[in-house]
């Protein structure tokens, strides 16, 4: 019999613990996983090429403040500023059900400047500039719902207190995000009943290096005014809107640890538990002349392997769930991707690795204080 026979074989002596123990190492680092994706996508802003050169700049008390809307003409003087849009949460009701798309009011004509990554077919631009009840539609939502151009969307207030009749123009896709709904400013205005108010300001600044002047210049420019505004980075006003869910990177690693000290834990205990049987005929191998590395080796390789196999399964697992189902069908629309990255695969199998080493600690300390005399009188 070969080595790599002896340890399979010893490891697979009782089939149906060395099955639960590879089923509990694979259902964790499958859990660990899809915590660690999650994370990775929560905290991580979705970017593009054009975010490099976009700006938000927002009511500095709170972004639920709304701003009026004759800061436009101030921030279009500003040097260095190309297009400037409102960008006005609207947040409604699609069909009766709180839906996992936002939807947000802007200046078609600028829209389409400021969001160069967009891709939008030219005559559905058109529509969208010329009809004032239009709307571009993401094409993920647009799937999701089984919405075709020329479809009417009535979507209902929540926070604004009236509905909106908009029609389809359009979709858009090629941007990270393809989820959103974008109509005309100018129809909120009508249904609210006057306007003159919008959330936030998107600004396109000519280029990257312009960025950092017209930040500076749109805060100096409503100092002290009744609506003083704080503008940022497109990155930045995302990294603060995710700031708001609380320390969630704290939540979700503390999780994850739980989980591998629990999984370390009961490894740790069936690695004993196996060891434990053999002890006889560990002490006959010593007898034979077996050294305890030797020994060590055995318990090792085999603790290894089963880890390994539960890593293959469950990092494996998640890897292929999340690569061949979109990650809008797994989460009913609220994630738009969901990427298992290298490193996370790294991570799943460190994970496994050091579950594989800590397991046949406590087994081999024993197995090397046992002598063979106490060995040969275990289990008689």
């Known amino acids: 019999m070969t080595t790599i026979g002896f340890i399979a074989k010893n490891a697979l002596r009782n089939k149906r613990r060395a099955l639960l123990s590879i089923l509990s190492v694979a259902v964790s680092l499958f859990l660990f996983v899809i915590l660690q994706v999650g994370l990775r996508e929560i905290t991580l802003p979705v970017e593009d090429i054009g975010s490099a050169s976009r700006i938000i700049a927002r009511n500095r008390i709170s972004l639920g403040q709304l701003l009026p809307a004759k800061q436009k003409a101030v921030i279009e003087r500003i040097p260095g500023v190309e297009v400037v849009s409102p960008f006005t949460w609207y947040g409604g009701k699609y069909k009766g059900e709180e839906v996992m798309f936002a939807q947000f009011a802007v200046d078609p004509a ?35 719902y ?24 359009g979709f858009y896709q090629g ?11 100018k129809y ?31 805060d100096k420019a409503f100092l002290n ?17 995710i ?17 591998v000290f629990t999984l370390i834990l009961v490894s740790a ?20 002349g077996f050294r305890r590395r030797e020994l060590f080796g055995f318990i090792l390789a085999e603790s290894f392997g089963l880890a390994a196999i539960g890593a293959l399964l469950g990092v494996g697992g998640s890897w292929a769930l999340f690569t061949f189902i979109p990650a809008t069908t797994l989460t009913n629309g609220f994630f738009p ?44």
């Open 110 to 144: 600028a829209f389409v400047k400021i969001s160069t990554d967009a891709k939008i077919p030219p005559e559905q631009v058109e529509t969208f500039l010329t009809d004032r009840r239009a709307c571009i539609l993401g094409k993920a939502t647009a799937d999701k």
């Open 146 to 169: 089984h919405i075709k151009v020329g479809d009417r969307m009535n979507l209902e207030g929540t926070f604004w207190p009236f509905d909106l009749e908009l029609h389809v123009a």
């Open 175 to 185: 941007t990270p995000d393809d989820r959103n709904l974008f109509f005309n400013q």
């Open 188 to 218: 909120l205005d009508e249904a609210s009943g006057g306007g003159g108010q919008v959330g936030t300001w998107w600004i396109k600044a000519r280029t990257p290096d312009d960025v950092g002047s017209v930040v500076t210049a749109i």
């Open 225 to 241: 005014s009744s609506a003083e505004v704080r503008a940022e980075t497109e990155r930045a006003f995302q990294l603060g809107f």
């Open 243 to 259: 700031s708001m869910w609380g320390n969630i990177k704290a939540l979700i690693n503390a999780i994850c640890s739980v989980v």
């Open 269 to 288: 205990s069936t690695m004993s538990m196996a060891i434990r049987e053999r002890f006889r005929e560990l002490a006959v191998l010593k007898a034979l």
């Open 337 to 380: 991707s969901l990427e298992v990255t290298p490193r996370i695969v790294g991570m799943g199998c460190l994970v496994a690795a050091t579950l594989g080493i800590v397991a046949s600690l406590a087994p081999s300390i024993s197995v090397a204080r046992m002598s063979v005399v106490q060995g040969l009188k275990t289990l008689d």
